[in-house]
């Protein structure tokens, strides 16, 4: 049983502030250039401290933190909809077999709460920052200006907090329709 279309659409909202985030790294990756940052020195910067795992995806231009978010995408769609309670066909010999709650649901809520209140952090700091209540950020390698490290920190704030309320939202539903399953199956209780 698939989540509401309301609990859906909550998801998909909520996944959409990856965008402006992912689209920047990926950009970046391929050698591009956004927010006042060349996609050279991003790799260089990728080189220098990235470990060899990182190194290797940026040369083909994957972004390993990108690659995580696409996983964490696909926990938080399997929370809403029904091949996320029971495994698909290509699961092989799992297939049709129900997936254990604790499964999905312990990594999306200790992950979702994390991201979650990481991006709120950072949502509420990039304004601050602005209008001046906290000092501005100043620019670090690879970045040149106060202003692009802000407008990033915003996307990471989007990102993060995006894919957190997404994973929290999802695990509530889930957990919500596994008990209700549970109930069912049980039967009503009889005096």
């Known amino acids: 049983m698939a989540a ?17 985030w992912a689209g920047v790294k990926t950009v970046w990756t391929l050698g591009g ?12 910067g990728v080189e220098s ?13 994957i972004d390993l933190t990108v690659l995580a978010a696409l996983l964490g995408m696909f926990l938080a769609l399997g929370l809403v909809h029904r091949w996320g309670m029971v495994f698909p066909r290509w699961t092989l010999f799992l ?20 991201l979650g209140v990481y991006g709120v952090v950072l949502l509420v700091m990039a304004p601050l920052s602005v209008v001046g209540v906290i000092p501005r950020f100043a620019p670090l390698a690879p970045f040149t200006s106060s202003g692009d490290v802000t407008w990033m ?7 993060f907090g995006g894919l957190g309320g997404a994973l929290v939202v999802g695990a509530w ?15 009503p209780d009889v005096p």
């Open 4 to 20: 509401s279309m309301r609990v859906r659409r909550a998801v998909y909202l909520l996944l959409c502030g990856l965008l402006p």
């Open 33 to 44: 250039d956004a927010l006042g940052v060349s996609g050279e020195a991003w790799l260089r």
């Open 49 to 61: 401290d990235g470990d060899a795992v990182y190194q290797a995806l940026a040369a083909v231009g």
């Open 95 to 114: 297939a049709g077999r129900r997936v254990p709650a604790f499964l999905p649901l312990v990594p999306a809520w200790g992950v979702g709460l994390c």
């Open 153 to 159: 920190i915003l996307f990471g704030g989007l990102a």
């Open 173 to 187: 539903s889930y957990g919500r329709r596994v008990s209700a399953a549970k109930r069912a199956a049980v039967g």
